[in-house]
């Protein structure tokens, strides 16, 4: 689609808007009086509703003016800016997405249509009559404010009085009550601060940061766990604001966020703003507003952040850029690493790609020379990268349904007698992963998914990871009728916290798995905690794999290090590779040397080997041979086609007529598998299959599959969903 120029339309005069409702074009209204212009945001009626909408450019549908409906008002708040239109439009080319929803993820701020609000405030005013202890602490917390302007609720939590002292103040004059713009600008971080001291290695790679800001360009940095990283880009973002543009830090955890804005604050003396799923509404519009009006500097959240309407951004950093979290697998279908590529080469923006194990794109394209590439080689200080080790399962003497061989248990109580925390690594959820029947072997699966159930003994149910449906743990086989045969079989951290109490009674024992934690405040306190040292064993998911800083940390246990070494998947070996490394990586980050060791019955896999050498561009290029010999991504590139139906007939009969007429892709020498049932058959109730488009690297995919999945067909009940570069293969 191209992008309509920036036009001023007069009262009366047709346009065409782009509003946030699943249609597959643009609707055209009349100007409204006051006129408008490009990228205004306007509240229109369609039907007999109002929705919200962008205007986008003049009118296409070729209407008399006279039986357009006009544009109900123009909102007051600042205009979609070029930069931001142009992203949408090519956000939505590459994805195969509408660009209705493109615009939705753009406005995912509630409280646009009712424009900025105001709040009271109150002022200090004549003395009071009368001067009591709750009177006086008011007037000091307006000292402490330098006299600013503030709400009931700032005072009556910073003096710790009552709202009936505020207002019985403001009553006698003591107080001057006004009004306030609801959405506060947010303080100024002050770059002028002195951050750490850099060691040379961080010194030199922030000053060649600094040297390629306010240009578009991206870099991989990339160090071991611990080597500063963060510090080096924390310069990047100094860099970025002493220009006077904003700054977008994406992280992969919202458990991460707390700890980075701490470590904002200390830098640059106030915190940023924060967009991720637990930030509240009022908190949500605030940004928004601030972020298209420059009324904040720096900008922490989840891959959405990268759709809001900045003023100016002048440089995206994207924390752990291998983490797998950045791709969006529900709705649009996009990864967010990408995508702030390509954002930040429309804003003339650099981009920093932080890590520890990159992801084989991203380490391609450094080698390359697409992207720039800074290495930190050290660990700071004294930390030393842990001494890793592989314990061969095939000679340790395990009893049945245990998980922890004595190699592993003796270094724990090592541990444990030097007053240092171990975690045991174990990427399960639940309890175990299969309940069998012991008397006819039937396993019990999700009544509505290909999936089997997994025990969750923490809720004391059955779970389906694939659709979220629960069933009671039966007695009784659903199968045979047999009673008491059923039997948990193989580990999860549940299961594995089971083992480590009965073994080690006296320790003090944490589990972090994502559904054990009812909200994102008590994931945040208990890694807290354990950083403090509120635990003697961590068994964790592959939640503790993303960045967290536990000092006391020195030993780290990997129960399965084969789990994922057959996936099957395209990506396995790197995924293996990048979660040990990184969950390795929490050992030892303060002064004590850490020790890594990875329970294996196949010590000599290519990737257990390079993860046990250290050898990471070793195994890269290894990687990176097999990828281009195959011609996969990231040297060819691949395109899934989800179709799903209720019936299974009905599906398979649309991937047929898809897999029938490939002419559109025949054109660019393209390849197409399948239908085959996609990995997971059926998700909740529906019944899923898989085609596969597999095209040499430059050809224009996009435009071939629009033609082709254009020229099917679809039965009112199916369901097709394109998933460009495909990272899991569901
Ligand atoms: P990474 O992002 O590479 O994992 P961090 O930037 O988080 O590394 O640094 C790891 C730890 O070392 C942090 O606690 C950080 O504050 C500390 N650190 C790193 N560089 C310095 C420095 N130059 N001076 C003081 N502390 C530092
Ligand atoms: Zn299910």
Not at 146 to 154: D, K, S
Not at 579 to 607: K, N, S, Y
Request: with cysteine; proline share 7%; hydrophobic share 45%.
């Amino acid at each position: 689609m191209e992008l309509p120029p920036v036009q001023s339309f007069s009262p009366g005069q047709p346009l065409a808007v782009l509003t946030t409702q699943p249609l597959d074009r643009l609707l055209d209204y009349r100007a409204p009086e006051g006129g408008a212009q490009t990228g205004d945001f306007v509240e229109v009626p369609l039907g007999p509703r109002k929705v919200l909408g962008c205007v986008w450019g003049p009118a296409e549908g070729g209407l008399p003016v006279a039986r357009l409906r006009p544009v109900t008002r123009v909102l007051d708040v600042e205009p979609m800016r070029d930069e931001l239109r142009a992203f949408l439009v090519r956000a939505a080319d590459y994805t195969l997405t509408p660009l209705s929803l493109m615009l939705f993820l753009a406005t995912r701020a509630p409280g646009l249509f009712t424009g900025p609000m105001t709040i009271r405030v109150f002022r200090p005013g004549e003395a009071p009559a009368r001067m009591t202890d709750a009177r006086r602490r008011v007037l000091e917390v307006f000292e402490a404010y330098g006299g600013a302007a503030l709400t009931v609720g700032e005072i009556t939590r910073a003096a710790g009085v009552t709202g009936s002292v505020v207002h019985t103040m403001a009553a006698q004059g003591a107080l001057i009550e006004g009004e306030a713009p609801k959405d506060q600008p947010y303080p100024r971080l002050d770059p002028a601060r002195p951050g750490k001291t850099l060691s040379d290695d961080q010194a030199a790679a922030a000053a060649v940061l600094r040297g390629r800001a306010d240009a578009f360009n991206v870099t991989l940095l990339k160090g071991v766990t611990g080597s500063g990283k963060t510090e080096v880009y924390l310069e990047a973002v100094a860099e970025c604001l002493r220009k006077g543009r904003q700054a977008l830090v994406l992280l992969p955890e919202i458990g991460l966020t707390e700890g980075f804005l701490e470590r904002v604050e200390a830098r640059f003396g106030a915190r940023p703003g924060e967009w991720h799923s637990g930030v509240t509404i009022t908190e949500r519009r605030r940004l928004w507003r601030m972020a298209s009006e420059g009324g904040v500097g720096l900008v922490v959240g989840a891959r959405s952040a990268l759709f809001l309407p900045y003023r100016d951004l002048g440089l995206i950093v994207v924390d752990e850029e291998h983490d797998s979290s950045y791709k969006q697998e529900d709705g649009v279908l996009y990864n967010a690493r990408d995508m702030a590529v390509l954002r930040a080469s429309l804003a003339q923006a650099q981009v920093v790609l932080a890590s520890a194990t990159p992801s084989l794109e991203t380490w391609v394209n450094a080698e390359s020379g697409k992207y720039h590439r800074l290495d930190l080689h050290a660990r700071f200080g004294v930390a030393e990268l842990p001494e890793m080790r592989a314990i061969d399962m095939r000679s340790e003497d395990l009893p049945h349904g245990r998980w922890i061989g004595p190699t592993l248990a003796a270094a724990v109580d090592a541990r444990i007698a030097a007053g240092e925390q171990s975690l045991l690594f174990l990427n399960r959820r639940g309890y175990a992963p299969v309940t069998i029947c012991r008397a006819c072997g039937h396993q019990v699966s999700c009544p509505d998914c290909d999936a089997r159930m997994v025990e969750h003994r923490f809720l004391n149910r059955l779970m389906c990871h694939q659709c979220g449906a629960t069933a009671p743990i039966p007695t009784t086989c659903p199968s045979c009728g047999v009673e008491g045969k059923m039997h948990a079989v193989g580990p999860g951290v549940e299961r594995l916290e089971e083992e480590v109490r009965a073994r080690w009674p006296d320790a003090r024992v944490a589990v972090l798995s994502s559904d054990l934690f009812g909200s994102a405040r008590a994931l945040k306190a208990q890694i807290a905690a354990i950083a403090a040292g509120a635990a003697d064993i961590v068994i964790g998911t592959q939640l503790v794999a993303k960045g967290h800083n536990f000092p006391l940390l020195t030993l780290v246990g990997v129960i399965d290090a084969d789990l994922g070494l057959h996936g099957g998947d395209l990506r396995a070996a790197e995924r293996t590779f990048q979660l040990i490394r990184q969950v390795a990586g929490r050992a030892g980050r303060a002064e004590r040397p850490g020790l890594a060791l990875m329970q294996t019955h196949q010590p000599d896999h290519p990737v257990i080997k390079a993860i046990l050498s250290g050898d990471d561009e070793g195994f890269w290029k290894a990687e990176a041979d097999e990828r281009r010999a195959l011609g996969m991504p990231p040297f060819g590139r691949l395109a899934g086609i989800i179709l799903s139906a209720p019936t299974l007939e009905h599906v398979f009969e649309v991937g047929n007529a898809l897999a029938r007429q490939t002419e559109p892709l025949q054109r660019i020498g393209a390849q197409v598998f399948g239908p085959a049932p996609a990995p997971i058959a059926r998700v909740r109730g529906r019944h899923r299959v898989r085609l596969l488009v597999k095209v040499a690297r430059n050809a224009p995919l996009q435009t071939a599959i629009r033609a082709w999945v254009g020229g099917v067909h679809l039965p009112a009940d199916t369901r097709l969903a394109v998933d460009i570069d495909p990272q899991s293969f569901w």
